[in-house]
């Protein structure tokens, strides 16, 4: 899976599609999160850069883009 969050924007990015979603439950001070299949980066607003190795802690606005993304297949 490749993922894009932007925080502000709401807009989530999964596989080449989009929803606008609440991300909220992300931490102000994230700026975008970018995940590709196993990996990613947590870009803060202060111009810090995060390797990560885990998405769970942004499952909450996944779940919001799937939830969206099946309402519009359906």
Known sequence: MQ????????CVTINGRTHFVDCTSIQPEIDQVKWFGDN???????????????IERFRLVIDAWNDKQQARTQ
Request: aromatic share 4%; net charge negative.
């Open 3 to 10: 993922l894009l969050i932007d925080r502000d924007s709401g």
């Open 40 to 54: 990613g980066t947590v870009h803060y607003r202060d111009g810090d850069v995060v390797g990560i190795s885990d």
